[in-house]
């Protein structure tokens, strides 16, 4: 079945950039989505890339996918403490009418940002 | 405004107790599903819904059960089987008409169930 993986912590520093990477096993992804997750809340997205794309900014948040090494990241720039909270990378196939909306998650990176 | 309501936040059970966490959502979504979460294990699928009247079993649908008796309703039950129920529950609808978005999940607040 599909796998995403995520490194499960990141600390960086006020003012500097974070990169959360993912990799993911699904080569029929269609969508790809980074959600953000703050302390005792549910998830909220924050971007999402189409496959057929190999960047997207949105502001402060960069995502870059690379296809062919099932590699996507997800760079924030001038991080913030409000930052800090868990960052959730998800795929979708929605190529097939009974798997649309059905996302497959990786396990989080705690993102810890520093004053 | 439009969203998804899960309640109660906080819920405290004693073993061979059942319990039952509500989700409604008024997003006019079809589909609405059941998540756990553990730390450092990300988010598990329990149960997913498509249709009133229809749900399907996810990941680790062993020990809970769920209704879709109103396309705006999603409970679940997580029942006295359950070996391992304290953990986090985060609920999530989505369309499954193509065109109007990605598909992407919308989430609930979430329901922490502790078992004491």
Request: hydrophobic letters at 30%; aromatic letters at 12%.
């Amino acid at each position: 079945g599909e796998d995403v993986e995520q490194s499960l912590f990141l600390s960086v520093r006020e003012g500097d950039s974070s990169v959360i990477n993912c990799t993911y096993t699904d080569s029929s992804s269609t969508y790809l989505y980074w959600y953000k997750q703050e302390p005792g809340a549910g998830l909220q997205l924050l971007t999402y890339i189409f496959s057929n794309m190999d960047m997207k900014q949105d502001q402060r948040l960069t995502v870059l996918l690379n296809k062919k090494d099932k590699h996507l990241s997800l760079r924030i720039a001038d991080t913030q403490t409000g930052d800090s909270a868990i960052y959730f990378c998800a795929e979708s196939n929605n190529a097939g009418g009974t798997s649309y909306g059905k996302l497959t998650f990786g396990q989080g990176t705690i993102l810890t940002v520093h004053p | 405004d439009g969203g998804i309501t899960q309640s109660p936040k906080y819920l405290f059970r004693k073993e061979g107790q059942n319990v039952t966490l509500s989700c409604e959502q008024n997003l006019n979504h079809d589909a609405m599903y059941w998540y756990r979460q553990d730390p450092g294990q990300g988010l598990r699928l329990i149960y997913y819904s498509q249709i009133v009247n229809d749900f399907q079993k996810g990941d680790i649908a062993e020990g809970y059960s769920v209704s879709r008796e109103k396309k705006e309703s999603f409970p679940l039950t997580v029942t006295s089987a359950q070996k391992n129920p304290t953990a986090f529950y985060l609920c999530a609808s989505s369309t499954l008409r193509r065109g109007l978005g990605t598909g992407e999940l919308f989430f609930g607040e979430g329901s922490r169930l502790t078992v004491l």
